[in-house]
């Protein structure tokens, strides 16, 4: 209940940082910070993480979400049962399984849904969190695909843009990719 739960992907986990720059260690807050982050992690690992800690550990004082884009998705591997990530950005290769290539195409050619199941997925971390808990969110991706108003609004563009804070890069993480320390 005295804690701070950050979630997310590479970004909120502080990837090509050194720890000391890493978010957890930067929070400016008295209370333990516990980064549950974890890189190439899709919105629906954010939110199965975000639950299982919910359940175990019931609610810390903040809640901080860093979204991910809402064309990477989870899937789980049907031989071995893992959760595995698929981005619209991930090369299929000849040889990959039918699951990948499939849950690669729905990211990239049904955009709509893929911004509908982050859509439902963010409205229902604001409902659970909602009298409960602080709720923070930021992304480093379009703040338009996390809009807290109308479902379909959120398609077309219409959102308050301080629903989600907007993390623009000041500097770059020693991958070049992420955000660096400032």
Same mark, same amino acid.
Request: proline share 6%; aromatic share 12%; hydrophobic share 35%.
């Given at each position: 209940?005295?804690?701070?739960?950050?979630?997310?992907?590479?970004?909120?986990?502080?990837?090509?940082l050194e720890d000391k720059d890493r978010i957890h260690n930067?929070?400016?807050?008295?209370?333990?910070?516990?980064?549950?982050?974890?890189?190439?992690?899709?919105?629906?690992?954010?939110?199965?993480?975000?639950?299982?800690?919910?359940?175990?550990?019931?609610?810390?004082?903040?809640?901080?979400?860093?979204?991910?884009?809402?064309?990477? *998705?989870?899937?789980? +591997?049907? !031989?071995?049962?893992?959760?595995?990530? /698929?981005?619209?950005?991930?090369? %299929?290769?000849?040889?990959?399984?039918?699951?990948?290539?499939?849950?690669?195409?729905?990211?990239?050619?049904?955009?709509?849904?893929? *911004?509908?199941?982050? +859509?439902? !997925?963010?409205?229902?971390?604001?409902? /659970?969190?909602?009298?409960?808990? %602080?709720?923070?969110?930021?992304?480093?991706?379009?703040?338009?695909?996390?809009?807290?108003?109308?479902?379909?609004?959120?398609?077309?563009?219409?959102?308050?843009?301080?629903d989600v804070y907007s993390l623009k890069f000041e500097d770059?993480?020693?991958?070049?990719?992420?955000?660096?320390?400032?």
């Open positions: 209940a005295n804690s701070v739960a950050l979630f997310g992907d590479s970004t909120t986990y502080g990837q090509g930067k929070l400016l807050t008295d209370f333990p910070v516990n980064n549950f982050g974890y890189p190439a992690w899709s919105n629906d690992h954010i939110f199965k993480r975000f639950l299982e800690e919910i359940n175990e550990h019931g609610f810390p004082r903040a809640v901080i979400i860093g979204w991910s884009s809402p064309f990477r *998705m989870l899937t789980v +591997d049907e !031989i071995v049962k893992e959760y595995v990530s /698929i981005s619209s950005w991930t090369p %299929i290769e000849n040889n990959t399984k039918i699951w990948e290539t499939a849950a690669s195409q729905l990211c990239t050619e049904a955009p709509m849904t893929m *911004m509908s199941r982050t +859509d439902d !997925i963010t409205q229902a971390v604001r409902l /659970i969190c909602k009298d409960r808990t %602080i709720l923070k969110e930021w992304t480093v991706f379009h703040p338009g695909h996390f809009y807290s108003g109308p479902k379909i609004s959120s398609f077309w563009g219409d959102y308050n843009e301080e770059r993480a020693s991958d070049n990719i992420h955000p660096g320390p400032k």
